[in-house]
């Protein structure tokens, strides 16, 4: 019977393990649990178990034994427990081959005691039984005195004697031990440490350390002294070493465990030492005292790691999920305080890169977030390293990464420069380094001019209070002149409190991350929304879908032309060929996908012609500007240099073109800058003018308050009077006077009281009083009493008499005027408040004491000082409002008279626009209302997707990107971001992760074959190289033209320790250099890359050392993409002995710098360093090994001597070649001649100099005295001529006598004037002019200034006097004279003056020769509102009225108040208060006041109740007194509670009109805790559907307990522990078994002697036939068994019961169709660890596992199905009747769209699928039958009832709950028959036959459709036959069961059927039918209550 039961079970295992196999994961798990995690479960560590705790239990259970039971008694009190006996030792050596090969393995399990075959619970209640007795069998042989014995033994030995013994020996160890037997432990635990068995020591210690056995040892070592044990000192240090020797054993084996417990007990043994060493004296070597804290030290460490390690595991699990939190458009941009502590908590979620984002705002949110912690996180860091390192008071240096701080920093001042309000700031004042953080010692001794702190735009960060609060600032300027000084110019960001500025020390961060680049891309993402964001489809969804452009789409078979040939831009049959088009096949390829796709994708790998295949793109569609309506085509380029390189190419076909930004270097382009081509056309801005005006106003207001500001905080003079009177009281003004010797006056007052020393001397030196510029401020300064000192000296040194001593004693006065201003200066001010109060009301100052007057002054200066912070803080103000008008003015939309600004004007009519993206996310305004429809971006791999997506309008219909992922990727700041959130990956590279089509450039244009096999096949597995690189020249010189020299030599630490650098490496590279150069080569051609900065500037350094190669570029590798070279020479620079390569292990840097080359490529590294650290690097070592071309020197070739070869590995061996050639001598004959004498030289001759002697003569044999390479020139021998006029000469031997002009001087009489002048003899007398003056004089009335010029203009016809003009200005309304020259004709006055406007008074500045009057004033006005009386918002040229201001005025007849404008006139109908009148009726009018009060309407109720449709009494209103109210009216204000009791169990929470009186239930608000099918309870709400559970898996096996979430376990990988001694299992834990259940009867015997009772193989049952005959008897019973003596048991080891197998099995057998975990049927614990029925608990666990598969479904599926239905529903309802309805189809479509790539699971999209069905079952029902229904008012009810159902089943589009579904099926079989009612109404039978018979039951159909509670199916099949049987119309059934809907996961609802379909039967169904059919194959399933019939047998 048994086996036959046992068959037809395991015939489903066998089944169950088929399916498994077919569609089986294929995820792995991690192979074997280590030892850390075994040990944490043993039931003896104390972690699971209490012994006190469970004594008790087992006392209040009578578990424990009494003295007085027997053993009989004991055993039968214990249910299900075995007694121990000699059970264990049996079983040991029945198993001992099994036993054995646990150990070795190491793997025993701490749940089943090793491979003993002992049930868990057994032995924990065995254990629990022993400790309760401290004499027993367990504890034998582990006395003291035989435990002394076996410590003699061998350590193997004693370590496999504690093995078997394990479990005495780890009871004793549970026991208080004494401190002997202590001693005694810990030194044979130390000895078996040192065996080699290390997997036997693993168990051991285990097993046997635990915390209550650490307390004892730890005890006891302080117990030694305070008990003053007596132990020798020789066993107490025994003891300790022992000690140690254990803890650190079983730290290096279970190191998990060991720091979870460990850690105290080292400190603690350290401690006790250090007690014995102080207070017994004990002699404890000092290593010990050292290993104990290293190991202390190690303990602690491991915390860390574990709990580090905790920690990322738990972040990594948060950051995974992406959930809406604080909108990312409130954030601020600039850091705020908080944002920079570590308290900050950022949901920071990965970019997704595959697959696409849930939405718009979920990308956006996402990208904002990790590009705002890219540049957060380096700052929030340095700074809290920071502030740690201070409160640490640790001097000593800490290098903090990406932030320098600066100490002892002071604000100097403001001012304006250009549109910015700078801050000027001194960062080193003290000029010395200070040990704090990285302070910078700046200075002399920094290159600021080629450092890379304060660049443009960098962040600075002061705080004054260790950054409890922070001010902001930008560098704005970073001139080397003030950097060198400590002084830096900043721009302050928000608000600042001026007052504390300059009063404070700060401490300055300065972050390395650049934040410019940031702040521009991050306020342009805030801008983007839901409808403005571009290109979703494929930013947003990743569509794999090529689509045309939308302007090709718009205009079918559009005509492209290019190359005068015309072409169906679709069609690519008619384009032209590739010829034609002069590009290669993929470039071709690639032209047609950029031109055709809307999205076009081209990657180029190097040499391929990105560049120009980017210009043939834009020249032909610049060719097609019509086709595509025009607009400019936007250029993007990630770097100025590769914009300006683009741009550059589009000269070439059209100039329209203009460049954004102003960080252009090519000159080319300068004309094309926007704010050139804008001042070229004179395009000016609507009232910009004015506002720069005002600016320029503001700005010298502002400068001129700084200025003043320093001179009252100098205090180095006496400060005018004009200043002072506006900050003193008023009759203290009139006191001074106003006129010019008030300031005398006020001196002479501050003076009185000085008493004259008789004395030269007052104490100061003059020399320590520096020269002052004030500009008028002081109307006497220390310099200038310095100054008439020093004057009344000089007077004094030349006076006599009277005059001496009035000098001296002037002098003595202003000297001791001098040091008593001076000491009155710097005295220590503190206002006495009172005292001065007093002083102020005083009326005549003259009787004050000096004191007090000085007092006052000091008084005056500290307001004047108030009053300019103030005003600072106004004109700061105002300049930043003036500053962000001016901005808007320059982008806004449209100016007052309609015209486009200047700047839109301008791009709006280009060809092309050129930007950086930087400069796109700065201009996004403007770019959103250009709206450029085509954009291209170069480098599109390197620029961050952020970066890409900013420069996108949301009119953008085509967008190419253009590059190389395989080249740079973009450079976050924060490595973990780029890594783990994926923000290295850019828009180019996620687009072809994500299966987007691209093309790939393949023919290669720029390096020789050797270079491009670096790279290929190593990157690019498929590069052609072009026929036109297989022709290049080998390099001059070089005996390689690749090749890679490697050496040894070390790198060294450059820039503050931030960069690398390598000398060794740069003075080699600059050496070649020079060689190539000698070789003809121009310096243009050589490039030198380098992949650090430090190397760069190094290089640099040694460049600038030798003339000849200064023009050589040296660049990173990083700024030299996208650029190309003949020569490349690469310096690696990395080599250091830890093998660390840095940057160089990056693919893609790497193939950048391998791919600049066309022609030479030599780079020097240590490249055996680099091939072990980086699989490239090694693939690149096999390449240069297979072309020799790898060395440790380079060969140079002599180009003259081709057989002299050099080799060179270092800078100095290029000495032996000094000029480029070899060491021979030239010997070759010179152009002149001479032998060249020189060392060879490649150079040709023609650039030498020879400098032998000239040997040439002249035609009088005069020898050349030149050298041979300088030119004769004419001979200069002087030789004595007579000339023509007679006089002799001594000429050059060259010179011809006769054509020399004498210069013999002589007098010459002018005939024209008379005069006589001296002339030369040789002059021509004609062209002598006359040199006496003329003296005439001029019409103007000035006299002639010129010399005699009778023969050129004797009248002054046309002189033109240069004397300045004596007239005034034209129009001139003051006395402004002409500027110009006499000559000139004068003009109106342009001299600026203020004048006042006629009409309103404002001052304006204009051109004195303006009328006011015609001057429009555009300033604010400042009338008052004649109503509100607010000043006017208008400007002053302006009307005042219209006043917009919103002011609260009083309505005229009921007094309430509203809100309205000013100019607005108000009447009682806008009242929107609540009416306060009282109805004729008595009642309140519920209204608003507005609204006059209807007492018809009155809707108060009342007590008066009627009975409604519902049949519940409903109180009436007013107005229903004189009326009979319908009963359908009363019933849709029913409130009564519904209180029916809902298929999930719960009571209904709704009211009689909320659940339409039974039809539709409202959602139950309850939570499920139903059960689900995997064991645990549901926690979802019971309105949603059952969620996948996510608690923790309860699943354990032999092995171990799964600790993962339910239904996510990973398969055990060990192997199944089923054996028997007829057959074993070979499979692993996780496998179904490959045995069948073994039923020979067990052989053991039980404890008490007697046969064990069940199978073979099987546990054995803890009962006995002769033992316990009851309890055997019950387990019969339990399952309704009836068994014999041969009857066989087995014991279920998860819950301890023992059944009847026959019974058991059949009991299974009967719930083996229900989807659950197989469970014991007694107490429903899931059965996992029985042998016998481990396939069967697989087979349910993955029938479990499938179920769940299907309702969480495959959402991408489902929703397509829902949008196929989506759209058919919506081609139904294009009905006239359904227009009101149309609205939730379209709220539908935009659900799917905005949710469409959200993983929420499948269970929302099939209750979708649900709603959508019975949507169509109502529309198409009624289209069917809506023709056969009379046009009236049948049909308009039908209509209505339609609708109302639509928005029903779509107004909510969450989850359809089963109570729903069956309530909409109810409602859908209603419509269906009240529409064939309908239907039947208009057929002419049916009226002709009207009376008959068929009436009555028609009647009672309208009525049962009518009625207001739930339509059963019954019903409908009921009337649905009537209506058939009527004979009048025929109409097929249609119940309405959508198969989309999803069932819940709780227990008891899916079954499955014998074709292995899944299915639900759940309370969706009616409990009543008893009989339905699985949905798929129709097999009847259920008899009465889920019950199969008996023929479906599983």
Not at 1535 to 1556: A, D, F, N, S, Y
């Amino acid at each position: 019977m048994a086996s036959n039961l046992s068959g037809l079970l395991f015939k489903e295992i066998e089944e169950g393990r088929q399916k498994e196999e077919a569609g089986k994961d294929k995820e792995e798990k991690e192979a074997n649990l280590s030892w850390r995690y075994m040990s944490a479960d043993a039931p003896g560590d104390g972690q699971h178990f209490s012994t006190k705790k469970f004594q008790n239990e087992l006392r209040q259970r009578s578990y424990l034994n009494d003295n007085n039971a027997s053993p009989s008694d004991n055993m039968r009190g214990r249910s299900n427990l075995r007694p121990n006996g000699n059970l264990y030792y049996e079983q040991m050596d029945r198993n001992q081959q099994s036993s054995d090969g646990c150990v070795e393995s190491g793997e025993l399990s701490p749940k089943t005691d090793g491979c003993r075959g002992i049930n868990v619970g057994a032995q924990q209640w065995m254990k629990m039984e022993i400790v309760s007795h401290p004499i027993d069998e367990c504890t034998a042989g582990f006395q003291e005195e035989e435990m002394r014995e076996k410590l003699k033994m061998d350590p193997s030995e004693l370590l496999v004697y504690l093995q078997t013994k394990l479990e005495g020996f780890t009871t004793l160890l549970k026991r208080k031990l004494s401190p002997s037997m202590i001693m005694l432990v810990v030194e044979i635990l130390a000895k078996i440490t040192t065996t080699s068995n290390k997997q036997l020591q693993a168990s051991l210690l285990a097993h046997s350390i635990h915390s209550s056995v650490l307390e004892q040892f730890s005890t006891f070592s302080f117990n030694i002294i305070a008990q003053n044990m007596e132990f020798s000192a020789e066993e107490f240090t025994n003891y300790f070493e022992n000690l140690y020797i254990l803890y650190n054993t079983f730290v290096q084996m279970i190191p998990a465990k060991a720091s979870e417990i460990l850690s105290d007990h080292c400190t603690r043994a350290v401690m006790a030492l250090q007690n014995l060493k102080v207070m017994r004296k004990l002699p404890v070597a000092p290593k010990l005292e050292e290993d104990y804290r290293s190991l202390m030290d190690h303990v602690e460490s491991l915390n860390e790691l574990h709990e580090s390690v905790a920690q990322k595991r738990c972040r990594e699990k948060v950051k995974r999920e992406w959930q809406p939190g604080i909108d990312f458009r409130e954030l601020s941009v600039i850091p705020l305080p908080q944002d920079l502590s570590l308290k900050m908590k950022v949901n920071l979620c990965p970019a997704v890169i595959d697959g696409p984002y849930k939405s718009v705002e979920h990308y956006l949110d996402v990208q904002f977030n990790l590009m705002r912690e890219d540049f957060l996180i380096p700052l929030r860091e340095g700074i809290m390293n920071f502030i740690d390192h201070q409160s640490s008071k640790s001097n000593k240096y800490k290098r903090i990464e990406n932030v320098r701080f600066y100490q002892g920093v002071r604000f100097l001042n403001h001012f304006c420069e250009g549109d910015s309000l700078v801050t000027e700031v001194l960062f080193n004042p003290r000029a010395k380094s200070t040990h704090t953080a990285q302070m910078c010692c700046v200075g002399s001794r920094h290159n600021w001019s080629r450092s890379k702190r304060f660049l443009f735009g960098t962040l600075l960060c002061f705080s004054s209070d260790l950054f409890s609060s922070i001010i902001l600032g930008l560098v704005v300027d970073r001139r080397v002149e003030l950097l060198e000084k400590g002084i830096l110019r900043c721009e302050l960001v928000g608000d600042v409190n001026d007052g504390e500025l300059f009063e404070k020390e700060f401490i300055m961060a300065e972050s390395e991350v650049y934040f410019d680049a940031y702040q521009h891309v991050l306020k342009a993402m805030q801008k983007f929304t839901e409808e403005n964001f571009p290109l979703k489809e494929y930013l947003i969804d990743v569509s794999p879908d090529a689509h045309y452009p939308t302007y090709l789409e718009r205009i079918p078979g559009t005509i492209y032309r290019s190359k005068r040939i015309e072409f169906n831009v679709l069609n690519k049959d008619s384009w032209p060929s590739k010829e034609k088009m002069e590009l290669n096949e993929s470039q071709y390829k690639a032209l047609q996908s950029a031109l055709t796709k809307k999205c076009a994708v081209i990657q180029g790998p190097p040499g391929t012609g990105k560049t120009y295949l980017g210009l043939k793109i834009a020249e032909v569609l610049l060719e097609n500007t019509r086709k595509w309506q025009g607009g400019p085509i936007l250029v993007v380029c990630y770097t100025n240099h590769a914009l300006d390189q683009f741009l550059e190419g589009i000269l070439s076909f059209t100039r329209n073109i203009v460049r954004i930004g102003s960080q252009s270097k090519n000159e080319k382009l300068d004309d094309y800058n926007l704010r050139v081509v804008r001042k070229n056309k004179g395009l000016h801005e609507f009232g910009l003018g004015d506002v720069i005006k005002e600016m320029n106003e503001c700005t010298k207001t502002i400068n001129e308050c700084n200025e003043r500001l320093k001179m009252c905080m100098k205090s180095e003079g006496i400060i005018y009077l004009e200043y002072l009177i506006r900050v003193m009281e008023c009759h203290m003004v009139i006191h001074f006077g106003f006129n010019s010797q008030g300031d005398l006056q006020f001196q002479e007052w501050l003076f009185a009281g000085l008493y004259f020393q008789n004395s030269m001397k007052s104490g100061v030196d003059l020399n320590d009083i520096k020269p002052i510029n004030h500009n008028g401020f002081y109307s006497c300064s220390l310099f200038d009493i310095k100054n008439i000192i020093n004057e009344l000296k000089f007077e004094e040194s030349r006076a006599e008499g009277y005059e001496l001593e009035d000098s001296r004693n002037e002098i003595i006065m202003w000297v001791s005027r001098l040091g008593y201003m001076k000491r009155k200066l710097s005295e220590p001010f503190e206002p006495n408040m009172d005292l001065i109060q007093r002083l102020t009301k005083l009326q005549n100052l003259n009787f004050l004491h000096s004191d007090h007057r000085w007092m006052l002054y000091r008084y005056w200066v500290l307001k004047l000082v108030q009053k300019y912070d103030s005003d600072l803080v106004r004109y700061r103000g105002y300049f930043k409002r003036l500053s962000e008008q001016k901005f808007k003015l320059m982008e806004r939309e449209n100016d007052p008279d309609g015209s486009v600004p200047s700047g839109e004007y301008v791009i709006s009519g280009s060809d092309v626009v050129g930007m950086t993206t930087t400069a796109a996310a700065r201009h996004q305004n403007l770019l959103q209302r250009v709206g450029p429809k085509i954009v291209i971006v170069e480098e599109a791999a390197e620029a961050m997707e952020s970066h890409v997506v900013v420069c996108l309008s949301a009119q953008c219909e085509h967008l190419i990107l253009i590059g190389d992922h395989k080249q740079l990727r973009p450079s976050p700041a924060v490595y973990r971001l780029a890594k783990d959130y994926h923000l290295e990956i850019s828009l180019f590279e996620r687009l072809l992760m994500n299966g987007i089509r691209f093309d790939t450039l393949r023919i290669q244009h720029r390096m020789r074959p050797d270079i491009a096999d670096l790279v290929f096949p190593a990157v690019y597995p498929v590069l052609e190289n072009h026929s036109s690189v297989l022709s290049y020249d080998n390099i001059v010189g070089l005996k390689k033209n690749l090749f890679f020299i490697t050496h040894t030599h070390l790198e060294e630490k450059a820039m503050d320790d931030l960069s690398k650098k390598n000398t060794h490496e740069a003075e080699f590279l600059i050496a070649l250099c020079r060689y190539i150069v000698m070789q003809g080569y121009d310096p243009s051609q050589i490039t030198i890359l380098t992949s650090y900065l430090g190397q760069m500037y190094l290089l640099s350094e040694e460049r600038d050392k030798y003339y000849y190669i200064k023009n050589v570029r040296i660049a990173v590798v990083d700024k030299f993409q996208g650029e190309e070279n003949d020569i490349i020479l690469l310096s690696l620079v990395r080599n250091n002995e830890e093998g660390k390569i840095g940057f160089l292990a990056s693919e893609n840097r790497t193939c950048v710098a391998l791919s600049r080359a066309k022609k030479g490529l030599y780079i020097i590294g240590n490249l055996d360093m680099l091939a072990d650290k980086s699989s490239l690097w090694s693939k690149i070592r096999e390449v240069l090994l297979e072309k020799e071309a790898v060395g440790t020197h380079l060969t140079l070739q002599c180009l003259k001597h081709p057989d002299q070869l050099t080799e060179v590995s270092k800078a100095e061996d290029f000495y032996d070649v000094p000029e480029g050639g070899c060491r021979l001598k030239c010997n070759e004959k010179m152009n002149c001649g001479h032998i060249c004498e020189k060392v060879c030289h490649p150079q040709s001759h023609d650039e030498y100099k020879c400098y032998e002697i000239c040997n040439r003569v002249c035609f009088r044999d005069h020898r050349c005295e030149k050298q041979c390479w300088q030119d004769c020139g004419e001979c200069m021998v002087p030789v004595e001529s007579t000339l023509p006029c007679g006089h002799v000469k001594k000429l050059p031997c060259h010179v011809d006598s006769r054509k020399y002009k004498c210069r013999v001087e002589v007098i010459y009489k002018i005939p024209e004037c008379g005069h006589e002048i001296k002339k030369p003899c040789g002059a021509d007398a004609s062209k002598v002019c006359c040199s006496s003056p003329c003296n005439g004089r001029l019409l103007c009335g000035h006299v002639c200034s010129f010399k005699c010029h009778v023969q050129f203009d004797p009248y002054h016809l046309h002189y033109k006097c240069l004397r300045e003009c004596a007239r005034k200005n034209v129009n001139c309304q003051g006395e402004h004279m002409c500027k110009k020259k006499c000559f000139e004709e004068c003009k109106p006055c342009k001299v600026k003056v203020k004048k006042a406007l006629p009409k309103c008074m404002h001052q304006y500045e204009m051109d004195c020769s303006t009328d006011p009057s015609t001057v429009k004033c555009l300033k604010q006005c400042e009338r008052n509102c004649k109503d509100c009386g607010r000043l006017c918002k208008k400007m002053c040229v302006e009307p005042c009225g219209d006043c917009p201001e919103v002011v609260e005025k009083k309505l005229p007849n009921c007094d309430h108040k509203v809100k309205v404008k000013c100019c607005e006139v108000i009447d009682n109908r806008i009242c929107k208060e609540k009416c306060m009148r009282i109805m004729s009726c008595g009642h309140n009018c519920r209204g608003v006041c507005g609204i006059p009060c209807d007492e018809k309407n009155c809707e108060t109720l009342i007590k008066k109740t009627a009975i409604a449709r519902c049949g519940h009494e409903v109180r009436l209103c007013c107005k229903e007194t004189s009326m009979d109210p319908h009963p359908h009216v009363l019933m849709l204000r029913c409130k009564e509670p519904c209180g029916k009791i809902l298929r999930c169990g719960h009571k209904c929470k709704g009211t009689c009109v909320q659940c339409m009186q039974g039809r539709i239930h409202i959602t139950c608000p309850e939570n499920c805790e139903r059960k689900l099918i995997c064991g645990h309870k549901c926690t979802a709400p019971c309105s949603q559907p059952c969620p996948p559970c996510k608690e923790q898996c309860h699943f354990r096996c032999d092995h171990s307990q799964c600790k993962s979430n339910c239904g996510k376990c990973s398969p055990c990988q060990k192997k199944c522990g089923w054996s028997c001694e007829h057959q074993t299992c070979s499979k692993n834990c996780s496998d179904f078994c490959d045995r069948p259940p073994c039923n020979e009867p067990c052989t053991r015997k039980l404890g008490c002697g007697h046969e064990c009772i069940g199978f073979c193989g099987e546990r054995c049952p803890n009962l006995c036939r002769v033992c316990h005959p009851k309890e055997v008897e019950d387990a019969l019973v339990s399952l309704n068994a009836t068994g014999d003596k041969n009857s066989r048991f087995i014991m279920l080891p998860d819950c301890g019961h023992v059944f009847e197998s026959t019974s058991l099995e059949k009991s299974l057998c009967m719930t083996a169709h229900v989807v659950k975990l197989l469970a014991c049927p007694l107490c429903h614990v899931p059965i996992q660890r029985a042998y016998r029925y481990k396939t069967a608990a697989k087979n349910h666990w993955n029938r479990v596992m499938q179920v769940k598969q299907m309702v969480t479904g495959n959402p991408r599926q489902v929703s397509k199905k829902v949008e196929k239905l989506a759209v058919k529903l919506c081609s139904l309802m294009d009905l006239e009747d359904f227009q009101k309805s149309r609205s939730f189809i379209d709220k539908l479509k935009q659900f799917l769209r905005s949710n469409k790539k959200a993983h929420f699971g499948a269970s929302i999209l099939y209750s979708l699928e649900a709603r959508i069905e019975f949507a169509l079952s109502v529309v198409e029902h009624y289209r069917e039958l809506c023709a056969a229904i009379v046009a009236g008012e049948s049909l308009l009810k039908c209509t209505e009832e339609a609708n109302f159902l639509i928005h029903i089943f779509l107004g909510r589009l969450n989850n359809v709950t089963p109570q729903e579904y069956g309530d909409y099926q109810g409602e859908c079989m209603r419509f269906h028959i009240m529409m064939e009612l309908r239907a039947l109404e208009g057929s002419e039978e049916f009226k002709a036959a009207k009376g008959g018979h068929w009436q009555l039951e028609y009647e009672q159909c309208c009525e049962f459709v009518a009625e207001s509670c739930r339509f059963s199916e019954d019903k409908y099949l009921e009337m649905h036959r009537k209506i058939n049987a009527s004979g009048y119309l025929h109409f097929p059934s249609s119940v309405v069961k959508p198969r989309g809907f999803g069932f819940d996961l709780h227990m008891g609802c899916w079954y499955e059927c014998p074709n292995y379909h899944f299915f639900a039967v759940g309370e969706c169904i009616s409990q009543d039918k008893q009989t339905v059919s699985c949905d798929q194959c129709n097999v009847a399933i259920i008899e009465g209550s889920h019950r199969l019939f008996s023929g479906n047998n599983v």
